[in-house]
């Protein structure tokens, strides 16, 4: 079985953003725990779940956080496994601000990081990560890959027929 990924998210409100996200690592067969802690608000739970996640079975951290999004480099900050940035969309800047937050981390605490509300990349990028040490979920990224390119190739078919 793989490792575990944490879900992260700096607000109940990014759980939207998220959802596709924790569907598609359950669709990769991996656990998942999500969980909601704020950066500033809870910066001691931050802590201790980012500097405990390897003994406690985690792979990977996904931490989405919008605005300041110090979220992801909080919990980098005190692990060492792989941390993945999902920049939360924002009404101000429509998720620029927290897209530089995440990518604009100091040398030594890296933060990977997707495209504003790219949840589903960042579950399939934990997921990349895991099967490093995974042959069965290599093969499940294999099979999703031949799947998409599937689609695009029946699109294709569909769209030369047609025009």
């Not at 959802?19 to 656990?31: A, M, N, V, W």
């Not at 969309?89 to 040398?107: A, E, F």
């Not at 490093?132 to 099979?143: F, V």
């Amino acid at each position: 079985m793989s490792k575990k990924v944490a879900v992260v998210m700096g607000s109940d409100s990014d759980l939207d953003t998220m959802r596709p996200c924790i569907q598609r690592l359950q669709s990769f067969g991996i656990p998942a725990e999500v969980r909601i802690i704020s950066a500033h608000r809870t910066p001691a739970a931050a802590e201790e779940l980012a500097s405990h996640a390897a003994e406690n079975g985690f792979g990977v951290i996904i931490a989405a956080a919008g605005k300041a999004a110090h979220l992801a480099g909080v919990l980098a900050a005190y692990t060492t496994l792989p941390v993945i940035g999902v920049p939360i969309k924002t009404s101000m800047m429509g998720g620029l601000d927290s897209l530089l937050s995440m990518v604009q981390m100091p040398k030594g605490i890296p933060v990977a990081c997707v495209a504003v509300d790219g949840a589903d990349n960042a579950a399939i990028l934990a997921a990349q990560m895991l099967a490093l040490s995974d042959a069965e979920l290599t093969g499940k990224l294999a099979d999703f890959k031949a799947n998409m390119a599937a689609e695009v190739a029946e699109k294709d078919r569909h769209i030369t027929e047609k025009l």
